[in-house]
């Protein structure tokens, strides 16, 4: 893979012609649209319910685990149904529970119908992965992964801006609104548009268990790396997203639209990484690119806890110190998820759901760390813990990769 460009798409597959990255891209973003959207109008939530951090942090955690917990079942629905019906019923789902979400009169509900949205949602990344995984060479899927990572980051760049101008006008549940019309949109053009690309010619992932597909993925070591990357990075990117806001608006004062900037120029390092990440890909080995991103990570993690440590709290300063870990993100995200489905074609939806699920549960026990200590300083010191998890996971001595 050092050296070897691309591979196109695979000409024999029933995805051939169809823009698979941009509808890949468009179904993962359902994840950083549904976090993102509502950053800085946590507080105002808060205040709406008369609940503190860890109040708030409830629907955010209820998304994630019902996100989590998706992942057990929706993998092998990809595998059997095809992956065209998982992701429509998926969004249709999930359409509906933002709905209830936006409408909810009291925190309970809400938390309830996040669950139930995280589930659905949980369909798009899933999905996402599979697609590439199926219509994509192994050579070309760490470049085709860090293009949809390009696009996916569009979601993150715009959505707090986004979520900022709605909550101006109608409130934090006028940012969930957005989500309603982005799932009732996007269900519409992939009912239309999406072809199935499950292949023909690879048989038998449809009769494999949940659990004998664990048993499968646990044998390999490259399987086992790769998650615990992708774990230890999304508890880095949790930690930041649920509990940041507090840190910003909360204890350093800023302003929501300083802090929408904090986050909407952060993402535009997630998609200048991810661009990168493609550039690599055709002359560096996957595990040479992860450590790259792992120094990235240290950087981006230990930096915002130094200066807030010693007391900068300018949103100027925030960003640039925190700026190298949405870069790292950008170049190591891709490339872990490429290497860790790699050698699964006939499982690819459960080879994704259990990458899924593992890294819910990093994101989930980092972003819990933060919540427990009250974010502030703790959340920076967090990432960082995560960083030098990512950094301690990429650094084990892979067997070949071809």
Known sequence: MSSTPASPPRSDHPGRGAPIVPFAAALFAVLPMSTDIYLTAMVDLGRDFGVDIAGVQRTMLSFT????????????????????????VGLTIYTLASILAASAPSLDLLVAARFV?????????I??????RDTVSAEGAGRALSKMGAFVGIAPLTAPLLGTFAAHLGGWRATIVVLVLYGAILTTVLWRRLPETRPAAVGGGDGISIVAALGRLVRHRVFLIGVAALAAGYGILLTWLTTSGFLLIGTLGMSKLEA???YTIGSAGFVSGSLVSMRLAQRLLPRHILRTAAALLILGTTMPALVLWLGFGHWAVILVTVFPFYFGWGIGQ?????????????????ASAWLGLFQ??????????????????ATPLTMALGALLFTAAVFVPPPKVR
């Open 65 to 88: 685990l019902g996100f989590g917990l998706a992942h057990l079942f929706i993998g092998r629905f990809a595998d059997r149904i095809g992956r065209r019906p998982t992701a429509l």
């Open 334 to 350: 891709p490339m872990a998820i490429a290497i860790t489905m790699r050698p699964f074609p006939e499982m690819a939806g459960q």
């Open 260 to 262: 929408s900037a904090v």
């Open 127 to 132: 999905v996402s992965r599979t697609l590439i």
């Open 117 to 125: 949205q995280g589930m659905a949602a949980a369909t798009g990344p």
């Open 360 to 377: 819910q549960v990093g994101g989930i026990a980092l972003s819990l760390v933060a919540a427990h200590f009250g974010g502030g300083l």
